[in-house]
Nanobody
């Protein structure tokens, strides 16, 4: 399994970024996907997840209404559109694939089995 995340960078508060994660090594359309993040000095936390067909999403309360997760199964890619970015969104963002095929979109880190290398998002004032 390989997950290649990209799209991070430096953005001013209130701005937007779109993260992408290209997956390979497994049947992408059979697995729910998720995004997590880890800020300096903090534990990794759940951001968003999406079912294998993209019909159901879950979001952390801190990003609801600002972030959107979606996927393109033809491109083996999951995205995270981040709008109205805040200073507290600064973190390394990781995409992850759920351990078991044909299951729902979990919010629990322990349900995800493979992780990308992460992409840095820095929000400045």
């Amino acid at each position: 399994v390989q997950l290649q995340a990209s799209g991070g960078g430096l953005v001013q508060a209130g701005g937007s970024l779109r993260l992408s994660c290209v997956a390979s090594g497994f049947i992408f359309g059979s697995h729910a996907m998720g995004w997590f993040r880890q800020a300096p000095g903090k534990e990794r936390e759940f951001v968003a997840s999406i079912t294998r067909a993209g019909y159901t999403n879950n979001y952390a309360d801190s990003v609801k209404g600002r972030f959107a997760i979606f996927r393109d199964n033809a491109k083996n890619t999951v995205y995270l559109q981040m709008n109205s970015l805040k200073l507290e969104d600064t973190a390394v963002y990781y995409c992850a694939v759920i351990r078991s095929a044909y299951t729902g979109a979990s919010v629990s880190e322990t349900d995800f089995g493979s992780w990308g290398q992460g992409t840095q998002v820095t929000v400045s004032s």
